[in-house]
DNA sequence: ATGAAAGCGCTAACAT
DNA sequence: ATGTTAGCGCTTTCAT
């Protein structure tokens, strides 16, 4: 099973074959024309000793890089793993090994990878950064294809896929004050991630006559008890926005533990839609990321900079879909079971 | 940021320091033994070039692999996602990079990723298999270091981490009795895999006056007529055990679906303890499989056979955790709300 | 303690 | 169409 350190070398097989070893390079990699013949004889010789390349002397030689490194905040949420997924996918069909790995949520360790991963010589990187301040954290040298997905760094001048964050938010919120709700709490992790950041700008832009007011979280899994003594008692608002995955999960099981009823004691619509906000009811108003087109948008910008494209930096923002459900129900009168309305974010 | 490709090479930094290549590496690797005075040159050398070492050239000349490969099935598995998180965690923390890879529950993927991972020269790998015919998939060669887990090989030559998914799957039948359930439909995606077999041989073993029946319902995340049909009219029976992360999902969106309650009209447990079994009510009865040890022991095993230890293959069971909740109320009388309780499973 | 030289496995350039 | 030679960037050995 596998090479374990060893395997033959190329020079075996070519000895084997009786050839030279640029003839089996030549075979297995068709670069050359090679007699049938001979090409038999050398592909018997490969199979009969388990010979493998070594991809390690092979990149070096040719210089062929053919490999990209991924980096992401956290392989533990959802929508990351899905944005990892589909990049290998998508890296396989091109011919790309990729190299994945973790930040944990921790910028010294984003520091750490990525001084680690660059010794692979990537040809390519694709980073969801911690947060904003992602250009102090690459490490020095000449400049390489890299693009920027999901999270805005504060330094305008990398390639960069996002979504619409402003709008989805500002959709919720006008859909808020249609209900009925006068005053809403937004919720988030930190407003150093830059979508947190334009979510609450989105929301606020769109307040209108609904009252609005920020609480940061942070990233424990458990809600904070400022969060919790804002929703007890008299002063709490009519609705709880949060904007994002760890935040919009966390408040809702805090609800739960207060004995809080979302939708029914309180309006409640969250970021990142995840299957068990189908499951309970109410089910839960949220915002749908287009993770996979995400992904897809990433690997193409990443291929055409590989491929030598030295344009000015470039910027797409992909469009979210809100599905209104019934935790955010009418405020007045009718709570009547509407079926879900699902709408675009913008 | 990065070096694209190219790079200052180790003979450029020795040049600039007034030393040879091998000093250059002396320093950088602490080695041998070199003179402050030098080691200091050299090292604004490489600072100043932004020098950092090829992988590449470094690991093919030393010998040295210092890489492990990690295959996975799914990596949107929540599951596998914290298995891979903490694996890379312990990886980085003995100073190997991690290589990894989804099959994307695809056998034909699983060997591609095999071979392709192998062309890196891994010291070891971790492979979390499709499904029971791992060793057809194994690329020929050398034997290498080889820790399975989760889900148990047809061939029983292998370094295996699993849990003890008979055990667990009895503590839930039986339970299932004690609250005087009489019958109850298991369903799994495929008996082919078999922590779903030796599940459904667990349940057995310990389902006493309790009828079970089994339904594979295969990898689509909907659920499929025949479930539905099971679950209709009078013959539904009083619970539905669902055996993996994949059917507990689909088999508690399919009772929404058909307005039937998890608890109320049938007593609901499943496997693969996720966030929003809590946050629904009544929160469902779960078993807990302990990736994060499962990560461990896979990593300390892997580690020990890198190390060059070459004992008959060893296999170690971990135990779940069972957590019962109110899906699985008593059938006959008080349908009291206790609080959870959670068992040891075995 | 340092330099010089060899070579890891492979591919590319050149020669035949 | 095939063999020969050189060298990718690094570490290691052997001199000194």
Not at 40 to 62: C, H, I, K, P
Not at 206 to 226: E, I, K, M, S, T
Not at 257 to 285: H, I, K, N, S
């Amino acid at each position: 099973m596998g090479g374990g350190g060893a395997g033959p070398s190329i020079r075996l097989v070519a000895e084997r074959a009786g050839v030279s070893a640029g003839t089996v390079s030549n075979v297995l990699n068709g670069k050359a024309s090679v007699a049938p013949a001979i090409s038999a004889r050398v592909r018997v010789a490969v199979e009969q000793l388990g010979y493998f390349r070594d991809n390690r002397a092979s990149r070096l030689r040719s210089g062929d890089s053919r490999l990209a490194g991924v980096i992401v905040p956290d392989l533990t949420n959802p929508m990351f793993a899905a944005f990892v997924s589909t990049l290998e996918q998508l890296g396989r069909r091109d011919g790309y090994d990729l190299v994945v790995v973790s930040a944990r949520n921790d910028p010294a360790e984003e520091v750490e990878r990525l001084r680690r991963i660059r010794e692979w010589r990537p040809a390519g990187l694709i980073v969801i950064p911690c947060d904003g301040a992602l250009a102090e954290r690459l490490p020095g040298g000449p400049p390489m294809p890299l693009v920027v997905a999901d999270r805005i760094p504060d330094a305008p001048r990398f390639d960069l896929v996002a979504v619409d964050n402003a709008e989805a938010a500002a959709a919720v919120v006008r859909h808020l004050g249609v209900q009925g709700c006068e005053d809403c709490l937004v919720v988030g992790t930190s407003l150093a991630i830059s979508n947190v950041r334009e979510r609450w700008e989105g929301a606020r832009s769109a307040a209108g006559n609904l009252r609005l007011d920020f609480l940061a979280v942070g990233f424990d899994d458990h809600a904070p008890p400022a969060l919790e003594e804002r929703l007890r008692g008299a002063g709490r608002p009519q609705a709880l926005f949060c904007l994002d995955h760890e935040t919009t999960l966390a408040a809702y099981r805090l609800l739960g533990e207060m004995g809080l009823g979302a939708g029914a004691d309180v309006a409640f619509a969250g970021f990142d839609e995840m299957e068990w906000m189908r499951l309970v009811a109410p089910a839960v108003t949220t915002v749908r990321q287009p993770v996979e087109a995400m992904a897809a948008c990433s690997w193409s910008m990443l291929r055409r900079r590989m491929g030598g494209d030295a344009g000015p930096p470039q910027a797409r923002r992909l469009r979210c879909a809100v599905t209104f459900r019934g935790s955010t129900p009418r405020q007045t009168a009718s709570r009547s079971r509407e079926a879900d309305r699902t709408t675009q974010g913008g």
